[in-house]
């Protein structure tokens, strides 16, 4: 909730609308212009101009009015698309820096367009950032036509590509790219060694497609690029064997919301007894009680087909905002090696951090930002407090007719499940399409299994069969479809009803048009906004509705069943349990539930915003060295014989390009030790409330302490290599100095943080 509530709510309307005012009299203005009887080469030519004076130095609000005529005229002849004004709305409040919410299917790719155009005029480059490689690809080459026609340059960059093709891809006047290899890219710009093998340029503007997705549901996710370190499977296979041993609530407990799990006195006592050491709390045995901490937490709180699935081997998270696998991600190393050692799987490399920032970090390097999602108003405190972006609402170009109904509301998840069944068959016999949302890998397919075994036929889209995604949503608004997805399905792609078949999408229409169902209510509205989302596009007809029951983790969590009127208490009933006072009660939940999780989110940056300052801090002398900006040259001052042999040797070209590679290569050296001593805070540090100290306290005093000594390292190990170093005279500095680890690769890590929340009716 905003600061002042109601009134605060009232004043953040107020000031979107007058603005909204202002970007409706540009519009107005741009449509007074007209290109049409320009030719194609007369159009190029206006571009031209435009670009000449915006690296004159031109305001780039002096040029939106011509910019955005120029476009909406290209797009039109090379995509057959006119811009609706709401689309020339969206993109003049993307120029100006805003965060657009558009619904589903009003055309947030083509307002970007403008947007992405009048920001690259610059010459700076613009970025477009996207919710996944395939939807990077296809906007490029979709919208690539409008840019071309107006003498800009376009491309995009996917996982697999070259650090060479990545470098001419981001060349171009606009990049269209997923938040995650932007990130990963500036990470690997951070460890070269020479100039030229950097890919990125100066990082200029960025505009965010489905904002609220990279903005805040993976804003905290570190990114990070590791070299080759083998796994260490024992201790961690050990570990896991001794969770097994301990029993629950004699051993250990959990909080009433499961989201912590703690050692009780007796558990801790037979650990000891089973490691063979009389403290398990000594300062010498932190290492056992960290790696048994892990061990619990995988085999109490993290649930295999909840949070993962197991696929070629290996433990793959799933997203809890999206039901989608989690590409690429891991739990904190040794979190990630417990949950292995639990499966009896083959633990995976660990890696040696070579570079990590969190998205958010990332983001904050752009000096400009915008963005656009189709939910962004229940977040719109979280984006101002964290990327300085306002949120502008932009009315649909037809009316929103879908029809939110109230939640259905049973006493347990059995009758809950039976609930939606009966729905969706009753629905199936009419025709009309029903997809539904659900928690879990798990309960898609409970779900699937039981209406398969009703006799309706449907669809089934989690984690495991992730890559069909496109063709089963493709199919999600067909008559009689039914389709069970894990909560967000087919994120960027519109559900066309009947298909995309004129005839069959008349029918749809006249039964209703899709029918949502979501099986619980998520921590945030916005998510449950997601999902009501896939109907109603382009005021299409539609209905929504959640079916909830009081055993849900998120109404247990939050203690409702203590609120409960005595008739409810412990029955189980097959029929819903609707009350107004119920519903307004489950409404509350989820807005001190979205509440709470902004401030984890805000205490999890916590712990990551003085490593950040300090990255930024060893970022800029890096690049001083690699620029030669500076010239590290200590061992001249600290072993001049030493240095006077060496230039003797190799000349004092060849030495000075030693002594920077050799500057590197341990500055690089000192930063993975720090980011190594980093991770070991962030896994034990929470242990020093046993002790009544402060985690986040302990942590930074910690951080700062170690990152102090950085300079004294790097300069100690370079003057070292140096002064024992005899080369030949072909010694080759580039090819025989210091090298960097042959293999690398990149990863997101799911940064935890557990909070113990009390019921909010205490």
Request: include cysteine; charged fraction near 25%; hydrophobic fraction near 40%.
């Amino acid at each position: 909730m905003p600061l002042f509530g109601k009134l605060g709510e009232t004043i953040a309307h107020t000031l979107r609308q007058h603005r909204l005012k202002a970007y409706t009299k540009t519009v107005s203005q741009i449509r007074s212009l007209s290109h049409q009887n320009a030719s194609d080469r007369d159009l190029l030519e206006l571009s031209r101009e435009l670009r000449k004076r915006a690296q004159a130095g031109e305001a780039l609000e002096e040029l939106v009015i011509p910019a955005f005529a120029l476009v909406a005229e290209a797009a039109k002849r090379r995509l057959g698309l006119s811009p609706f004004d709401t689309q020339l709305l969206a993109g003049v409040a993307l120029v100006d820096g805003k965060l657009v919410e558009m619904q589903t299917g009003e055309g947030k790719t083509l307002a970007a367009v403008f947007a992405a155009y009048v920001q690259a005029l610059s010459g700076k480059g613009v970025h477009v950032l996207t919710f996944n490689d395939y939807l990077a690809e296809r906007d490029a080459r979709w919208m690539g036509p409008v840019y071309t026609a107006l003498g800009l340059t376009v491309a995009s960059i996917h996982e697999s590509m070259s650090a060479g093709e990545r470098r001419e891809a981001y060349t171009s006047d606009i990049t269209y790219v997923t938040a995650k290899e932007a990130g990963f890219d500036y990470l690997r710009d951070g460890l070269v060694r020479k100039v030229e093998d950097l890919v990125q340029r100066p990082l200029h503007f960025v505009l965010v497609d489905e904002a609220d997705s990279i903005l805040i549901d993976e804003a905290r996710l570190p990114l990070v690029v590791a070299g080759e370190k083998p796994a260490e499977a024992g201790a961690y296979a050990r570990m896991a064997e001794l969770a097994e041993a301990l029993t629950p609530e004699t051993d250990y407990e959990t909080d009433e919301f499961k989201r912590n799990v703690f050692l009780t006195e007796q558990g801790a006592e037979k650990a000891e007894q089973l490691l063979g050491i009389p403290n398990l709390y000594a300062q010498e045995h932190l290492a056992e009680l960290t790696g048994l901490n892990c061990a619990l937490h995988a085999k109490v709180l993290l649930v295999r087909d909840v949070d993962y699935i197991i696929r070629d081997g290996a433990a793959q998270q799933v997203d809890a905002a999206t039901g989608r696998l989690a590409e690429n991600r891991r739990w904190p190393d040794g979190l990630q090696a417990a949950v292995e050692a639990k499966e009896g799987l083959t633990p995976q490399a660990r890696g040696q951090v070579l570079a990590t920032i969190p998205l958010q970090h990332y983001m904050s390097l752009y000096p400009g930002m915008a963005g656009m999602t189709g939910t962004a108003v229940t977040s719109a405190d979280e984006f101002k407090e964290n990327y300085s972006l306002d949120v502008i609402v932009i009315p649909p170009n037809r009316t929103n007719v879908r029809n939110d109904l109230p939640p259905v509301i049973y006493t347990d998840r059995e009758s809950k499940q039976a609930g939606i069944v009966q729905e969706v068959l009753a629905l199936h016999r009419t025709g009309r399409p029903v997809l539904m949302g659900t928690a879990s890998v798990e309960e898609s397919e409970q779900l699937a299994a039981l209406l398969t075994a009703a006799g309706a036929v449907c669809r089934v889209l989690n984690a495991r069969n992730d890559k069909e995604e496109a063709a089963i949503i493709a199919k999600a608004g067909e008559r009689d479809a039914i389709t069970v997805s894990t909560n967000m399905a087919g994120r960027g792609v519109d559900i066309l009803l009947g298909g995309g078949k004129e005839e069959e999408g008349r029918q749809v229409k006249e039964l209703g048009g899709l029918y949502v169902i979501g099986t619980h209510l998520h921590d945030s509205l916005r998510i449950d906004n997601q999902l009501r989302g896939r109907a109603g596009r382009q005021g299409d007809p539609g209905t929504t509705r959640f079916f909830v029951s009081l055993e849900d983790d998120l109404l247990v969590r939050f203690g409702l069943l203590n609120e409960l009127p005595a008739d409810l208490k412990g029955i189980k009933q097959k029929e819903p349990v609707n009350t107004p006072a119920l519903e307004k009660k489950l409404a509350h939940i989820q807005r001190v539930a979205n509440g709470q999780q902004f401030e984890a989110r805000k205490n999890l940056n916590s712990y990551s915003d003085t490593l950040e300052e300090q990255r930024r801090i060893n970022r800029k002398e890096r690049e001083d060295i690699l620029m030669d900006r500076v010239v590290s040259s200590p061992l001249s001052v600290i072993e001049p014989a030493a240095h006077e042999r060496l230039q003797a040797t190799l000349g004092a070209d060849k030495l000075a390009l030693l002594e920077k590679l050799a500057a590197l290569h341990f500055l690089d050296q000192a930063w993975t030790d720090h980011l190594d001593y980093m991770n070991y805070l962030k896994e034990s540090v929470h242990l020093t409330s046993i002790s009544n100290r402060n985690p986040l306290d302990e942590f930074n005093v910690n951080l700062i302490r170690s990152f102090s000594e950085l300079p004294a390292k790097m300069e100690e190990k370079v003057v070292h290599y140096l002064k024992w170093l005899y080369p030949p005279a072909s010694f080759d500095p580039e090819k025989d100095g210091p090298q960097q680890p042959k293999t690398t690769w990149t990863y997101a890590v799911s940064d935890l943080f557990l909070v113990t929340r009390r019921s909010i009716f205490d």
